[in-house]
């Protein structure tokens, strides 16, 4: 809602026309005579070598998945293996005009695009470069291997080529000496020193996480390119055209300062071989016909659409040369088409029952290593058995390296009985670093002329004075303490960024970023599209290229639309990569209510149920901002809960309020908020309220003493405090907003009672929300856990309670009833 672009009603509703141009469709048609002005004879044998090389490589993996052998070494592999023979040409000439310092990331069919970039790159680096990375990579771990197998290398390329080769099998593989020592596999491999970023097992999954890499570059002036490798059936995706949007944002032309204007430096690349698994996409599954016509409907550029030939590796070569130079001149993003064949299945165990033997049969007698070849020795740039020496070379290469990635000596597999940890140890990397990179931070203003700041000075920073609560206008609120960590930070790491749903000049939904505008050039503080799936994704792409980032997806409910850009990309890629990449990421979520069944729901149990995510709920102005430091500081994915409830509360536990310097709220560690002897309360989130208001009800009318414990974090979760406590009473309820049925709620308490049941007096309660949709508002007493629900649990399952009236059934029998119902 930028305040500068007037939308004027007078040009909006005139008529007229949208007019398109002519998306250019298999234009390239030069011969290898005409492009030797372009390409040294070396050059063009090269491009074979290279074809050759991925079609050998691939070869071998069919024939081990189908025959189970290769040159006659028998190898037992069970994983995937999606293969891309047939789309040679097209994955080399991407990579011909590519360095290390243009990324590209792919889908799981995308052995042919490592190998492709892996070449090029090593093509065009020098050996004592080349040298450096193999030596430092896992402290030369690869590298002697490599060297031990072949005493006689003629030159650093050569070795560096093996080197390239040996470390993507023995990922695929998965041995320790793999790339990502195993733990990424065929469909996760990558090498970063080559500009080789993660692929991706989920269908379009790279569009979005690419994004996020080429606003990195953008952002943080880097060099390079960024492509996206998907294939066509991934224009089926959401997340896809999501993320082609994000790319295509009007701001980056129009609203981001001088210097940062233009479009982004990506390539949406669609290895467009004809089938997304078993549907044909132009005929049945789509109904653009001609992919590149996409292009057409994101924006007036038309994404300077254009369908390749990529059965030929000079034509993708020229297009990927044009593109890359519009990207360079911020003119970006770009569609391309490359238009190209997969001769196997989908994977080895796939018939291709869905395609006849003609077409199949068709396609190969076009296939571009043959006709590229033909087309070498008849121009007169090689001879047959110039050609012939260079295929057996490759198949010796090949054969070299297949023997050693199977060598259980030299290549062993990660060791989990040694080692039972050695997974465990790469979930987090519990790294703490101030800034990600070391310069000045773009700024608008000093920080203490920032008007917001101004403003929170004059505010009370403790929630109790003379005995009596702040008024809220005066109070300093939860919303200030994150907006004040999250301030100081942008004063320090010049990588970070915040974007997501109404967060620039509104302020965020919530009001927690207002006071940012002002301080914060448009490329640091931005509105995204409502695009869920992209604002994650692009935030993994950001910071697993070095930057920090914060994203919000405003209301917890709307988790699902970036499911698994939460689940399957943001929490697994730094375990994957063997903790070669870091995922600075902090998610802000809030939990909301007043809105209904789809505004108003705790899903804190669905993220923390999964590993390599760090979850986090503050109830009080003092933690959030000591947690939303800490989460700053750190290297992990932290997703940062915030109740709409308490967004206005002031501070009311911590002696003094909340202090205005730096400080932080170790991520794991719970709090005891009300020290008690008799019965334990352990909350999460805004339930800590409730839970006073029960323990306050316990001692005037019971005469039961509640500790209350706040539990600040879900994953991970340090238990001695609560263990200590329930030593001590005996007893203990857990509450919160979530769902009772299968919430970490569940968790807590299974955990508990392992941990402390020799203490317990009775078994550990819970109380959650009800198993409904949330009603309205006006019902919502009705759901979410109340005081009373509390009372009543602790006298029906922990300890009667002399002269209680119950109100809410929480017997054995209304158990029962409920859970057979379902609800």
């Known amino acids: 809602m930028p305040k500068q672009l007037f939308i004027n009603p007078h040009e909006v509703r005139k008529s007229g026309w949208v007019k398109f141009q002519d998306i250019p469709v298999n234009q390239y048609n030069k011969t290898i005579e005409e492009e030797k002005a372009n390409y040294t004879n070396e050059d063009f044998v090269r491009i074979y070598r290279d074809m050759v090389i991925i079609r050998e490589f691939e070869t071998m993996l069919l024939l081990v998945k189908t025959t189970g052998e290769y040159n006659g070494v028998p190898y037992d592999y069970p994983g995937p293996a999606h293969l891309s023979i047939g789309q040679e040409a097209a994955a080399v000439g991407q990579a011909y005009h590519l360095d290390k310092d243009d990324f590209i990331f792919g889908s799981h069919r995308s052995h042919g695009e490592i190998i492709a970039k892996g070449l090029s790159a090593i093509e065009k680096m020098s050996d004592d470069e080349l040298m450096d990375i193999m030596k430092k990579f896992w402290d030369g771990r690869v590298l002697k291997v490599v060297e ?148 057409a409907g994101i924006n007036p550029e038309q994404m300077h659409a254009e369908r390749v030939d990529g059965y030929n590796p000079l034509a993708v070569i020229d297009a990927i040369k044009r593109k890359k130079q519009l990207l360079l001149e911020n003119k970006g993003p770009v569609l391309l088409d490359v238009v190209t064949y997969r001769f196997c299945g989908h994977s080895p165990s796939d018939a291709s029952t869905y395609r006849t033997k003609e077409e199949i049969d068709a396609w190969m007698q076009h296939d571009s290593i043959v006709t590229y070849r033909k087309q070498l020795i008849d121009a007169g740039v090689a001879t047959q058995e110039q050609l012939d020496a260079i295929l057996n070379d490759v198949k010796e290469r090949i054969d070299r390296i297949y023997r050693l990635a199977i060598d259980e000596n030299k290549s062993p597999r990660m060791d989990l009985v040694s080692n039972p940890d050695a997974i465990a140890s790469l979930m987090f990397s519990n790294q703490r ?192 901002k000591g947690l939303m430091n800490s989460a700053l500081m750190g290297t992990d994915p932290v997703v940062f809960f915030e109740s709409q409830r308490i967004y206005d509360i002031g501070e009311m536990f911590h002696p003094g309020g909340v202090p205005e310097g730096y400080y932080e709220v170790p991520i794991g560690e719970p709090d005891i908020k009300k020290e008690g002897k008799d019965i334990t309360i352990l909350t999460v989130g805004a339930m800590l309220y409730r839970a006073l208001e029960a323990a306050k009800i316990l001692e005037s009318k019971y005469g039961m003493s509640a500790e209350v414990i706040d539990a600040r974090s879900i994953v991970p979760f340090n238990y001695e405090k609560v263990i200590e406590s329930v030593k001590k009473t005996g007893k203990i309820v857990i509450t919160g907003d979530a769902c009772e049925r299968a919430s970490y709620l569940k968790d807590f308490a299974q955990n508990i009672t392992e941990l402390a049941f020799d203490y317990l007096d009775a078994p550990p309660v819970v109380v959650g929300s009800r198993n409904w949709i949330t009603p309205a508002h006006e019902l919502e007493r009705f759901f979410f856990p109340q005081p009373d629900w509390i009372i009543d649990a602790i006298h029906e399952k922990i300890v009667p309670l002399k002269g209680h009236v119950v109100r809410n059934n929480f017997t054995v029998n209304e158990q029962l009833r409920r859970n057979r119902l379902g609800v």
């Not at 008007?451 to 300093?476: E, H, M, S, W, Y």
């Open 433 to 624: 670093i101030e800034k990600m990179d070391d310069r000045e931070c773009d700024v608008l203003i000093p920080k203490e002329e920032n008007p917001r700041l101004q403003q929170i000075k004059r505010k009370v920073r403790a929630g109790i004075q003379d005995g009596k609560p702040v008024p809220k206008n005066k109070v300093f609120q939860l919303r200030d303490a994150i907006f004040e960590a999250l301030l100081d930070k942008f004063y320090v790491d010049p990588t970070l960024i915040a974007y997501g749903e109404d967060n620039r000049d509104w302020g965020g939904a919530f009001a927690v970023y207002r006071g940012l505008t002002e301080a914060l050039p448009y490329h640091r503080l931005f509105n995204a599209p409502i695009s869920e799936a992209a604002i994650v994704a692009s935030a993994v792409g950001y910071a697993m290229c070095g930057g920090r980032v914060v994203v919000e997806l405003m209301y917890a409910d709307f988790i699902g639309r970036a499911g698994d850009e939460i689940f399957n990309q943001l929490s697994k890629w730094q375990a994957m990569s063997a903790g070669i990449l870091k995922m600075p990421v902090v998610l802000r979520v809030s939990v909301g209510s007043k809105y209904g069944a789809q505004h108003s729901q705790d899903w804190t149990s669905l993220v923390a149920h999964i590993p390599g995510l760090k979850v986090v709920f503050p109830a009080t102005p003092y933690d959030a």
């Open 148 to 295: 031990e197998s072949k005493k006689d290398y003629k030159s650093v390329k050569e070795l560096a080529m093996d080197f390239l080769l040996y470390g993507a099998l023995a990922e695929i593989f998965g041995r320790e000496t793999g790339f990502n020592k195993g733990l990424g596999g065929s469909m996760h491999a990558f090498f970063t020193p080559f500009g080789i970023y993660p692929n991706n097992a989920i269908v379009g999954g790279s569009a979005g996480i690419a994004v996020g890499a080429a606003l990195f570059k953008k952002v943080n002036r880097k060099k390079g390119i960024v492509i996206a490798n998907i294939g066509d059936g991934a224009m089926g995706c959401g997340p896809v055209w999501e993320a082609m949007n994000m790319a295509a944002m009007d701001q980056f032309k129009y609203l981001w300062e001088e210097g940062y204007r233009g479009g982004l430096p990506i390539i949406f690349n669609f290895f467009n071989n004809q089938y997304g698994m078993g549907g044909q996409t132009c005929g049945e599954t789509m109904g653009y016909q001609i992919l590149a016509r996409v292009g």
